[in-house]
């Protein structure tokens, strides 16, 4: 089975679904060119307007698979990931539908930029965030360029220099999070809102979400992330925390 799940529905609305949940949906080569995969074919689907990211299993995702990345023999994909991880993130900065993040459980490092990108995030109260890469001496230019993008420079350091978890009830209170609700009402809140936006007018929705991008992009999506990246070493082939330890340990 895919590591990354499409479902398309009726009414506009889409889901792309993080599917391995078997290592708490963390992000390896094969997600990595599922995600890549489906996302090409959303963004060429017309009829959707809107799309619900989520994990399998209750949970969103706990950041990159560093077991996978160093099996052996080393998987084929490893030498390929940061160039296509890059484009995966690319290919959300581009996107002219609307993301609605379903955070369940938690979001940690790699998987907490999946989350900040985002537009909407709809946060289950006992879920958290957390970019913890700072306290390994690492860098976190995903993290730091969605956040620099749509948050300010304060947000953005509460987020990344203290390497904390973020309980929901603090994403709202920051603007990181659009709605906190009930941990078993994450799910239909999100579906709630695509299908509300995918009700819209297909080129209001593309319309809008273009002019918010290009409001505050303000140079060449390919420019993006190498702008947070340019100046670490650390920023490219393995920057994330380990990520299959139980959330526990983080």
């Known amino acids: 089975m895919s590591a990354a799940l499409t479902h398309v529905h009726d009414g506009g609305w889409a889901e792309l679904v993080l599917n391995r949940p078997e290592r708490r949906n963390a992000i390896e080569g094969t997600l990595a060119q599922a995600m890549q995969e489906a996302l090409d074919a959303l963004e060429r689907n017309d009829d959707v307007r809107a799309v619900v990211l989520r994990g399998a299993d209750a949970a969103f995702c706990s950041g990159l698979d ?5 099996e052996q023999p080393t998987p084929d994909w490893v030498a ?3 160039a296509l991880w890059d484009r995966v993130h690319t290919q959300l900065l ?5 993301w609605i993040v379903a955070l ?7 998987g907490a930029a999946l989350a900040l990108a985002g537009d909407l995030m709809v946060c289950g109260e006992s879920a ?8 390994l001496g690492m860098a976190a230019p995903r993290n730091a360029a969605w956040l620099a993008l749509r948050h300010s420079e304060a947000v953005a350091a509460r987020v990344c220099l203290l390497g904390e978890r973020m309980p929901a009830a603090e994403l709202l209170r920051l603007g990181l999070a659009t709605e906190v609700v009930a941990d078993a009402e994450v799910v239909a809140r999100a579906q709630a809102m695509a299908r509300t936006i995918g009700s819209y007018p297909a080129q209001g929705v593309a319309g809008i979400k273009s002019a918010m991008r290009a409001a505050t992009l303000q140079m060449p999506a390919d420019q993006w992330l190498a702008a947070c990246a340019r100046f670490d070493a650390l920023a490219r082939p393995t920057a994330a925390m380990p990520t299959n330890a139980a959330p526990a340990n983080r």
Do not use: D
């Open 104 to 110: 369940e459980r938690y979001a940690i490092n790699g």
């Open 66 to 70: 560093l077991k996978a990345f160093g």
């Open 94 to 98: 581009a996107s002219r539908k609307a």
């Open 128 to 135: 958290f965030l957390q970019v913890g890469e700072v306290a």
């Open 80 to 82: 390929k990931f940061p």
